[in-house]
């Protein structure tokens, strides 16, 4: 098959304040194929692709559509070249249906008319396989489903070249064979699909070719079939990484924590845990794995005396190793901070890191004092042991930062997630939950993560680990609790279950309410 | 497709982009301009005004010149300069904990007012009965604890149900102001409504009449720097303010602090209360504090809720509306003239915060940052 290019880009330069966000870079795309732009977070993937979609104005450089030079000075200038962006937040109307969704914005030749936009989303979705019924409204949409939908806007306004930002980020490993299948027929086709995207094996699945940027920079261009992972990883890290992740045996097991028929809900009085029961031991990592928001922040945060328990209760077994006889503590009814005084050592990692567990304008050593600032009888604050814990974790987890004094905000967000766990390890604890340790990290800064948690694991302590990534999960944790709309789907060996056994249980009680409903 | 070459694409005429650090100096450096500029707005509108200016030009220089003889002319003039300075220094830094917390008390006036009643109703009903120097502590203590359950009410409101916090003292401070109306109506019964000066409960001179207040000012100022930022309690209100989520998170209960720092505040309010009543005025009126509840916001925001920086911010607002005051004196203009300078000149001070934020690019420059490196390459 002869290649035709559809859109090339020569020379693009970006640049924030001083930050060089792109620099010269080059870009071709074909018609029918799908192109991935591979690159860690911040190397200015998604920022090429804006200038594609009208958002931003490249500094320098040319756009070239069909080998003539266009200006796409706004995302309407792009929708005349047939470029559509699927952007990584959708931007949908709830209280609106699929289809007015879909057709919201666009100007109508004649009067307004539902059945027949109905009618052409409907032939969109036949032609490229996807589920969705149009007359439904976007509050009752999964999020795979509101996904469909802004890429049927795109399709709807005739888009030729499609750009995804992330699509898969938010989606079930079921889901994501699904889209790929939707994208494998729209390259047949003959549109050209660009996935932006930091995940190798999906690279490796479903793309073409593959374009690898780093620091803003044009690093390679690749045809998917003559490479892999290894040397993807290096073009984009910059150099040779391992990608292996230890999991020694749990040394010593002893259950330390019970978490028994834990039922909360929240201020609107809906159900967001309903009878949650597993156990924690020592020296293991647990990890915890569900579709977003299906109950994972409300158990850590009800474990760590944040949240209001309807029922159940949490009981902490401190084991002889504490000097405290052993005795079993109930957890839940307690506020974090009687928990911690009451000597036991819990330690959280939130999802929210600059929103919940540091404070993103003071400095490193103010948000050690976070933790530590209650010490002493006196009523003045103690800086110098908060300055050292500082300097520890700088000095042990490579935090790049001019000192300690530099608001945690200006950190990028790998070196901010190191200050935050590496604060809650210095607190020597007994549990340590983290909620999405490696969301947004490169794959440097998501490894060093990975080894904190396994030396924490062989030091005895009970981690807690809250993952999306179902590969990272299966590779580390010793053993899996799946949860699904608030509720224990199941709980699985980490060694012997597989990537397709843990994504049915995270959508298990969904699609047996549809059975039971039919 | 000719019209949209690349080397007739338009950019956009001006952009703005944040700064993500700016050096000090550069910063002082725009709002010292932003000041002149200000100024000289002022002596433009000022020509078109005053009619005294416009038949003589040369007196140009007698207007800026206002604005030194307003506050240093005399000693006297110096001296009621630092005072006001002290008082809305005072009233300021009672402001500063609940800004820092986020919460957004503009209640200072009603809290200072009650805070004058207090005292001197304790001056008007047990003065002459008791020794002075007890009398004084009385009132002081009345004077603090007026303040403090001026602030506590809608602290409690706003702990408990929530309720919106500015609307609370705003509504606060014309219940103070009825208050000491009807006290008036009830201790004059002529009908005057105005209380003469009550023989007791005078604080003594040190030196100057007003060295005590300025004293007293200062060292609150230090002292609050210090309580915020090196005490525990100072931690958690900034806690609480950057974060109530991280707040919880670290086991802060926001609620018990924004209690006690309210009464903090309103007990300061009582302070400076404390310090119109029984260091200058002696009675109380509805106009006892004159607004400089409100000014005291601008005081602290200026200060970007700094207490030693309050000083200084504290120290222009005085300058200018002392400054203000003489113009309309020198030249015979209107009592409302001066509220037109010093709008001008804080809407300047203000106004030049943006381009300390902010930069702009114009169509054609580049950053300067990038032809260096260019140059290099």
Redesign the interface.
């Known amino acids: 098959m002869r290649k035709e290019l559809a859109l090339q880009m020569r020379g693009i330069t970006k640049?924030?304040?001083?930050?060089l966000a792109n620099d010269h870079v080059d870009l071709d795309v074909y018609r029918g194929e799908i192109l991935a732009v591979l690159g860690e977070n911040g190397c200015g993937k998604t920022t090429l692709m804006n200038m594609i979609a009208g958002i931003y104005?490249p500094?320098e450089g040319?756009i070239l559509i069909d080998g003539?030079?266009?200006?796409i000075r706004s995302p309407k200038d792009a929708f005349d070249h047939k470029i559509g962006m699927v952007h990584q937040h959708f931007k949908l109307v709830d209280l609106f249906t699929a289809a007015e969704n879909v057709i919201l914005g666009m100007k109508q030749e004649n009067r307004y008319n539902i059945r027949e936009v109905t009618a052409e989303v409907a032939k969109i979705t036949d032609r490229y396989g996807f589920r969705l019924e149009p007359t439904k409204k976007v509050y009752d949409l999964s999020v795979s489903e509101k996904q469909t939908v802004e890429i049927i806007k795109v399709l709807y306004r005739g888009a030729d070249i499609l750009i995804l930002d992330e699509p898969t980020a938010v989606l079930t490993p079921q889901e994501i064979t699904k889209l790929f299948d939707v994208l494998r027929r729209m390259k047949e086709d003959g549109k050209s699909v660009i996935i932006i995207t930091h995940k190798l094996n999906e690279v490796l699945e479903v793309s073409d070719r593959v374009t690898i940027l780093r620091r803003g920079k044009h690093i390679a261009t690749v045809n998917t079939a003559e490479t892999d992972e290894a040397q993807l990883t290096e073009m984009m890290v910059g150099r040779a990484v391992s990608l292996n992740i230890d999991r020694p045996e749990p040394y010593d097991p002893q259950l330390l924590l019970e978490v028994k028929d834990v039922t909360i809900r929240d201020a609107e009085g809906l159900l967001r845990l309903n009878r949650v029961s597993f156990d924690v031991y020592s020296g293991e990592i647990l990890g915890i794995a569900g579709i977003s928001g299906s109950g994972q922040k409300e158990l850590l945060e009800a474990i760590y005396g944040?949240q209001k328990l309807e029922a159940g209760s949490v009981l902490f077994h401190p084991g002889k190793g504490s000097g405290k006889g052993g005795e079993t503590v109930e957890l839940s009814e307690k506020?974090?901070?009687e928990i911690?005084q009451m000597g036991v050592h819990l330690s959280?990692v939130?999802e929210?890191r600059l929103?919940?567990?540091?404070?993103?304008?003071?400095d490193i050593t103010?948000n050690m004092?976070?933790?530590s600032?209650?010490s002493g009888r006196h009523?003045?604050?103690n800086r110098k042991e908060a300055r050292k814990t500082a300097n520890w974790i700088i000095r042990e987890l490579e935090v790049s930062t001019p000192g300690t004094a530099t608001p945690v905000s200006?950190l990028s967000g790998g070196n901010v997630q190191k200050i935050l766990a590496g604060r809650e390890i210095a607190q020597n604890p007994q549990i340590l939950m983290m909620a999405y340790p490696v969301r947004g990290l490169d794959i440097n800064s998501s490894y060093t993560i990975y080894q904190l948690m396994n030396l924490q694991k062989e030091k005895g302590v009970a981690v807690i680990f809250v993952g999306e990534d179902l590969d990272v999960l299966l590779a580390l944790s010793d053993r899996i609790v799946v949860i699904n709309g608030g509720v224990v789907t199941g709980i699985v060996d980490a060694r012997t279950a597989t990537k397709e056994e843990v994504g049915l249980l995270m959508t298990k009680t969904e699609t047996e309410r549809k059975e039971e409903a039919q | 497709?000719s019209k949209?070459?690349?080397g007739e694409?338009k950019?956009?005429l001006i952009h703005l982009?944040?700064?993500?650090s700016i050096k000090p100096l550069q910063a002082w450096a725009i709002r010292l301009a932003a000041i002149a500029l200000g100024m000289i707005v002022c002596g433009l509108v000022a020509f078109v005004l005053i009619d005294k200016l416009n038949q003589h030009p040369e007196r140009i220089g007698d207007f800026y010149g206002a604005f030194i003889k307003g506050s240093f002319s005399t000693s006297r003039k110096f001296w009621k300069f630092l005072k006001n300075i002290a008082i809305l220094l005072c009233i300021s830094l009672a402001l500063t904990p609940a800004f820092r917390m986020r919460f957004w008390n503009i209640g200072g006036e009603g809290q200072t007012l009650v805070s004058v009643l207090a005292a001197i109703a304790v001056a008007f009903y047990v003065g002459g009965t008791i020794p002075e120097w007890v009398l004084l502590i009385l009132m002081l203590l009345a004077a603090l604890a007026a303040g403090a359950i001026w602030a506590l009410i809608p602290a409690l409101f706003r702990a408990k149900w929530g309720t919106n916090e500015t609307l609370f003292t705003l509504m606060m401070n014309y219940v103070a102001t009825f208050l000491v109306s009807v006290f008036l109506v009830v201790w004059v019964p002529n009908g005057s409504a105005s209380l003469p000066k009550q023989p007791y409960g005078k604080l003594p001179a040190l030196g100057n009449d007003y060295l005590l207040i300025i004293l007293v000012a200062l060292l609150l100022a230090i002292g609050l720097y210090i309580y915020l930022n090196?005490?525990?309690?100072?931690?958690?209100i900034?806690?609480v303010g950057?974060?109530v989520?991280?707040a919880?998170?670290?086991?802060i209960?926001e609620k018990r602090v924004i209690i006690r720092t309210m009464i903090l505040c309103g007990a300061l309010c009582g302070l400076a209360g404390y310090l119109i009543a029984a260091g200058l005025d002696q009675t109380v009126t509805t106009e006892s504090v004159g607004g400089q509840g409100f000014t005291g916001i601008m005081v602290s925001w200026l200060a970007k809720f700094n207490p030693l920086s309050m000083i200084l911010t504290a120290g222009l607002i005085q300058l200018l509306d002392q400054g203000a005051a003489q113009i309309s004196q020198d030249f015979d203009v209107s009592g409302a003239f001066p509220n037109v300078i010093v709008g001008i000149i804080l809407f300047f001070i203000i106004g030049c915060e943006f381009f300390i934020n902010y930069?702009i690019h114009f169509r054609g420059h580049?950053?300067r940052?990038?032809k260096g490196e260019e140059g290099v390459k």
């Open positions: 640049r924030f304040g001083g930050i104005y500094d040319q003539k030079e266009v200006v944040l506020t974090s901070l911690q959280f939130p929210d929103g919940m567990g540091l404070v993103g304008s003071m103010d004092m976070l933790r600032y209650r009523g003045f604050l200006r | 497709m949209t070459r690349h694409v950019e956009p982009s944040k700064r993500t090196y005490t525990k309690q100072g931690f958690e900034n806690v950057e974060s989520r991280t919880r998170y670290i086991g209960n930069k580049h950053d940052p990038y």
